[in-house]
T-cell receptor
Framework: EIVLTQSPATLSLSPGEWATLSCRAS??????LAWYQQKPGQAPRLLIY???NRATGIPARFSGSGSGTDFTLTISSLEPEDFAVYYC?????????FGGGTNVESK | QVQLVQSGAEVTKPGASVKVSCEAS????????IHWVRQAPGQRPEWMGW????????MYAQKFQARITITRDTFARTAYMELSSLRSEDTAVYYC????????????????????WGQGTLITVSS
């Protein structure tokens, strides 16, 4: 089973700042990695798929990069609505799995 | 617009079974896979399995293989997830989610990202 480890666990930032979130896989997932945003009481929202493709309707301030075992989600110029928990997810192998999440909180 | 509407919250006892429904609208039901994902309080989401709404093929996570059944009714545009032999650790919000890619893209290696989501169904297992 592929294990995804996200860091940091918590990121304290102010609106307008850049956020850089990391996801590391225990073995290569090629580029088969997605990023999700989740707010309290809501379902996750797909942001990025296949490492760097923005899902339909996702703002350009969200970007993804990486391949193999190391991936990054960057949020340029945080908006107030971007404070949430972010998860990565791999589809390279069964079972599909998620990382433990990064909480982006307002400083 | 795409909508997935799930059945309501349930409280059930250890050893019982639960069946959650997910009614889809706003797209051609048989063009997509429906996934089931659960999330225990304060935990990461956990993928449970999927059903191809076109041909009814299923894939389950090995963890749930022995006690999960996912079905669909194409006329009702509804997918169902039944989980048996419930225990307290199964207390979670259960979500259905439509795949990002159309089923025909799966033969080319695409798929298995969770795009549209239901509102979630809280299942509480307690004696």
């Amino acid at each position: 089973e592929i294990v995804l480890t996200q860091s940091p666990a918590t990121l304290s930032l102010s609106p307008g700042e850049w956020a850089t979130l990391s996801c590391r896989a225990s073995q290569s997932v090629d580029r088969y990695l997605a990023w999700y945003q989740q707010k309290p009481g809501q379902a996750p929202r797909l942001l990025i798929y296949d490492a760097s493709n923005r899902a339909t309707g996702i703002p350009a301030r969200f970007s993804g990069s990486g391949s193999g075992t190391d991936f990054t989600l960057t949020i340029s110029s945080l908006e107030p609505e971007d404070f949430a928990v972010y998860y990565c997810q791999q589809r390279r192998d069964w079972p599909l799995g998620f990382g433990g999440g990064t909480n982006v909180e307002s400083k | 617009q795409v909508q997935l509407v799930q059945s309501g919250a349930e409280v059930t006892k250890p050893g019982a079974s639960v069946k959650v429904s997910c009614e889809a609208s706003g797209y051609t039901f048989t063009n997509y896979v429906i996934h089931w994902v659960r999330q225990a309080p304060g935990q990461r989401p956990e993928w449970m399995g999927w059903i191809n709404a076109d041909n009814g093929n299923t894939m389950y996570a090995q963890k749930f293989q022995a006690r999960i059944t996912i079905t669909r009714d194409t006329f009702a545009r509804t997918a169902y997830m039944e989980l048996s032999s419930l225990r307290s650790e199964d207390t979670a919000v259960y979500y259905c989610s439509r795949d990002y890619h159309i089923v025909t893209a799966r033969s080319q290696g695409s798929g298995d990202y969770f795009h549209h989501w239901g509102q979630g169904t809280l299942i509480t297992v307690s004696s």
